[in-house]
């Protein structure tokens, strides 16, 4: 008796741990009905909460399309904040199905952290921001500066790099979160916060004193920032990709949150009857989704343009202009592949 | 008959594992050993699939290579070209440092609070009451992060000491710089340097060595000559007059020493951004050695005073009776005896300081925790390896900590003969 129990136990333990072995991140995300994706913990107009404690901004914004596209309602994402030190090992892990949290790709990122990155949401540089007061007008007549840095980023690196490059010595403060970096920076403990350009006028723009702060000319480094998920699934990369590309292909196709309906009545454009599954193809299959997909992901909350110009355009407080973001019909880099 | 022709060998029955008080516990102990071992083989069999599905190995290569960032606070070169093991040893230091420190303070701190405390004055011992509470009871994050709030909010940046109205000025003769960022003391420097001495990972300076060296032969030099002034007084009942003696034997090598390597102090100055010049106390480090300092020092208060009471009241009698007067009483009867007591929980209070110094993290300062378990866990993305080499560092730590302070235990342990 004793020991059928015991070799029960043991082909229960074996069970579970045969069973381990996962469905897709689509399967997962369908059963679970919520799209877990990592945001950081605050930058304005990228990922904040609101006044009301809804989740909003630009990085935001993708994660809302993603659920929308999967799940059908851009409501239902869980936002799990993370910081620059934590976001590789929760999308690792497994704990969020996505991270969009202004991450730089990088070749080792890529490769060797072993995440895909799916394209690329803002491109970026990294730029120094000081006190008017101190009269330092290029990042040049930084030397002997003490210069508050998150860790765990990219720009840690650029830092070292740029300072090692002009022969300039510096004193670096690790800061945790953009938080602490805006407390460190206004107490003055630090002549000098540097982050990626869009953070840097993010974080500026939730200062009292807004004007007595500068952006220095120089940009150090390139910073494609994008969304990103781990390896191993490649359906779910696609997913998120074309996702971001269905965004870019409506500013593009001139497919906007107004005119969606409209337009998914059936044009005499067919790579817009594509998109928005009025035509007979069927790209949704392709990706294990319906016809449907694009149309929710864009009605979530606009095309590319619209979701820029509400989060971080001129028109907001923190007002980035679109320079590099601007379509490549314009001059600038965002460019989708063909829906076809 | 029949029941002696059988020997007790040949009577046993597999159901005598469980019913036979002889053989039940040695049954228990095979079967948890039996099921701890497949635990733990579970545990390392799943890690090891899991990050072969991931494509990750474990492999500890990236020790090796460029780290690629910089430490502030170095106390052996170091720069971002310099490898990741070189950034954990930095880490290793800077850790070791703020423990050791910490370590002191809070011991000091802790004796004074835990004697105070039991003082016969009435404000005296209230007052020492509530320092242990409210730090023993408040988490040491928050003290922390409140220290470390306080230095960057009420002190002055650099800047405030800058031109001809500086609102701030420099303390003690224009020695002590105290801003926000840290506190700017005045530095040794040595005209005639000796050099450093290298060991290969980290290289000494060879200054501090010869310091130190001076140090341990005039205190050994003070000894012998107390043991012979105790001689000539047991012999001749005069103690000889040693004062200027022991005066000169302690002060006198160490005034040549330091004359012959020309010291002097390099005072801070405001350069740039920064003072430069001096010895640099960085806020963070300030923040985490008063916060570790007066949290745990408020735990070993409490082991102070329980050793204290420990020791019965008719010793302090017998000492007051012998004519001790009370400082005599504590420092020669009771707190001998009340260390045998102490020195047990006092281990474990060093031991919480070394793993507490991982909060660093929360106001920057760059120990173990932010280097290879933070910036380079991060950019190399070898978790379990950062993880595992911190655990195994800590716990390394924690044993020599916990030996040494055993052999001192063991010294000072009640001997019975």
Redesign the interface.
């Known amino acids: 008796m004793k020991k059928t129990v015991f070799v029960g136990a043991m082909t229960a333990?074996a069970t579970l741990?045969a069973g381990?072995a996962s469905a897709t991140v689509l399967e997962d995300v369908k059963a679970r009905g919520e799209l877990n994706c990592g945001v950081s913990t605050g930058v304005n107009g990228f990922s904040a909460p609101d006044s009301a404690g809804e989740w909003q901004g630009f990085d935001v914004a993708v994660c809302r399309a993603v659920a929308a596209a999967v799940l059908g309602d851009p409501k239902k994402v869980k936002f799990v904040t993370t910081t620059?030190?934590t976001r590789?090992?929760a999308l690792?892990s497994g704990e969020i199905d996505m991270l969009a949290r202004n991450t730089t790709w990088t070749m080792?990122?890529d490769a060797?952290?072993?995440f895909t990155f799916t394209g690329v949401n803002y491109y970026d540089g990294q730029g120094f921001m000081v006190n008017k007061?101190?009269g330092v007008s290029s990042a040049k007549e930084?030397?002997?500066?003490?210069v508050c840095i998150q860790?765990?980023t990219t720009t840690?690196?650029n830092?070292?790099?740029y300072f090692?490059a002009n022969n300039m010595t510096?004193?670096?403060?690790?800061?945790?979160t953009n938080a602490e970096a805006q407390?460190?920076y206004l107490?003055?403990?630090?002549?000098v916060y540097t982050t990626d350009a869009s953070g840097l006028a993010a974080t500026r723009a939730t200062f009292a004193d807004p004007e007595n702060h500068a952006v220095l000319p120089e940009i150090i480094s390139k910073e494609p920032l994008g969304p990103l998920v781990?390896?191993?699934d490649d359906q779910w990369a696609d997913i998120v990709r074309w996702t971001m590309n269905a965004l870019v292909a409506a500013e593009e196709l001139g497919i906007t949150s107004a005119n969606i309906e409209e337009l998914s009545k059936g044009t005499a454009n067919p790579e817009i009857d594509r998109m928005l599954g009025s035509s007979d193809d069927d790209l949704g299959a392709m990706i294990g989704l319906d016809k449907q997909w694009a149309k929710r992901a864009i009605s979530a909350g606009g095309n590319y343009g619209e979701i820029f110009a509400a989060n971080i355009g001129e028109s907001t407080p923190i007002g980035l202009a679109r320079g590099l973001n601007a379509l490549w019909t314009q001059g600038g880099l965002q460019y989708s592949p063909p829906f076809r | 008959m029949a029941t002696t022709s059988e020997t007790p060998g040949s009577s046993f029955r597999l159901s005598m594992l469980l019913y036979d008080t002889r053989y039940r516990s040695l049954t228990i102990q095979v079967i948890f050993m039996f099921l701890m071992t497949i635990g733990f083989w579970w545990l390392v069999d799943n890690t090891l699939v899991n990050l072969a599905q991931k494509g990750k190995d474990i492999g500890f290569d990236f020790l090796g290579a460029r780290a690629g960032y910089d430490i502030n606070q170095r106390l052996v070169d170091y720069t971002n070209d310099s490898t990741h093991a070189r950034a954990w040893i930095v880490g290793l230091l800077n850790t070791l440092i703020l423990a050791v420190c910490a370590c002191v303070s809070a011991t000091v701190l802790g004796v004074i609070a835990g004697v105070l405390r039991l003082s016969k004055n009435w404000i005296v011992s209230k007052l020492m009451s509530i320092y242990v509470e409210i730090f023993r009871n408040v988490p040491l994050l928050l003290w922390i992060i409140v220290i470390f709030a306080v230095l960057t909010e009420i002190t002055p940046a650099p800047n405030a000491f800058r031109g001809e109205n500086a609102t701030s000025s420099m303390l003690l003769f224009d020695t002590v710089a105290v801003t926000n960022r840290g506190t700017y003391l005045p530095g040794p420097l040595f005209e005639r340097s000796l050099g450093d001495f290298d060991l290969g990972i980290v290289s000494v300076s060879t200054n501090y060595l010869v310091l130190l060296l001076v140090i341990i032969g005039s205190v050994m030099g003070y000894r012998a000559l107390q043991r012979n002034a105790t001689a000539v007084q047991e012999a001749t009942g005069d103690r000889p007059v040693t004062w200027w003696k022991s005066a000169l034997i302690i002060v006198a090598p160490m005034l040549i020493a330091l004359i012959a390597m020309g010291f002097h102090l390099e005072y801070p100055e405001l350069k740039g951004f920064n003072f430069t010049g001096g010895s640099y106390l960085r806020n963070s480090f300030i923040a985490m050695w008063l916060a570790l300092t007066l949290y745990t020092g408020a735990f070993i208060a409490e082991n102070v005073r329980a050793g204290i009471l420990a020791i019965s009241k008719g010793q302090s009698e017998a000492a007051f009776a012998l004519g001790l007067r009370p400082n005599r009483t504590m420092n020669l009867v009771i707190l001998p005896q009340a260390l045998r007591v102490i020195i047990p929980p006092l281990i474990s209070q060093y031991l919480n300081i070394t793993k507490n110094t991982s909060l660093a993290i929360a106001v920057g300062y760059m120990d173990l925790r932010a280097t290879l378990g933070g910036i380079t866990l991060n950019q190399t993305g070898r978790e379990l390896e950062c993880m595992l080499l911190m655990m195994m560092t800590y716990l390394i730590i924690s044993l020599i900590i916990s030996g040494v302070m055993n052999i001192y235990n063991n010294s000072v342990k009640l001997k019975e003969r």
């Open positions: 333990a741990i381990a620059g030190q590789f090992t690792a080792s990122r060797d952290l072993k007061a101190l930084l030397d002997g500066a003490t860790t765990g840690e690196l830092l070292a790099d090692k510096y004193e670096p403060v690790p800061i945790e407390q460190q107490a003055g403990a630090c002549d781990a390896h191993g």
